[in-house]
């Protein structure tokens, strides 16, 4: 699975954005799909997940009510829409895809493929 991710920019705080990580090959559709963001100086972090079959979702704390993610597994692609966007939530995010799972994880080393990053900026 190669996965390219896209729809990073510059938003104010209160704005919002839509993320969106293309992937190819056949097994997207049985992929749990992630995403993750890493500020500076700060470790990668796990943000939101989707799973398979049943499209369940999981969110840190941190995005949840806020942030919603989606998958479209005819168009090989995960979403991530974030409103209510803070200068805490600045950071490179990256989409990744774990094939040996059906339900959510959380930890980076579980996913095996990741996306080149997209970063978003969020002024106050």
């Known amino acids: 699975v190669q996965l390219q991710a896209s729809g990073g920019g510059l938003v104010q705080a209160g704005g919002s954005l839509r993320l969106s990580c293309a992937a190819s090959g056949r097994t997207f559709s049985r992929c749990v799909m992630g995403w993750f963001r890493q500020a500076p100086g700060k470790e990668r972090e796990f943000v939101a997940g989707i799973s398979w079959p049943g499209g369940s979702t999981y969110y840190a704390d941190s995005a949840k009510g806020r942030f919603t993610i989606s998958r479209d597994n005819a168009k090989n692609t995960v979403y991530l829409q974030m409103s209510s966007l803070k200068p805490d939530d600045a950071a490179v995010y990256y989409c990744?895809?774990?094939?040996?799972?059906?339900?959510?994880?959380?930890?980076?080393?579980?996913?095996?493929?990741w996306g080149q990053g997209t970063q978003v900026t969020v002024s106050s």
């Open positions: 990744a895809a774990a094939p040996l799972f059906q339900r959510v994880v959380v930890t980076t080393d579980l996913y095996d493929y």
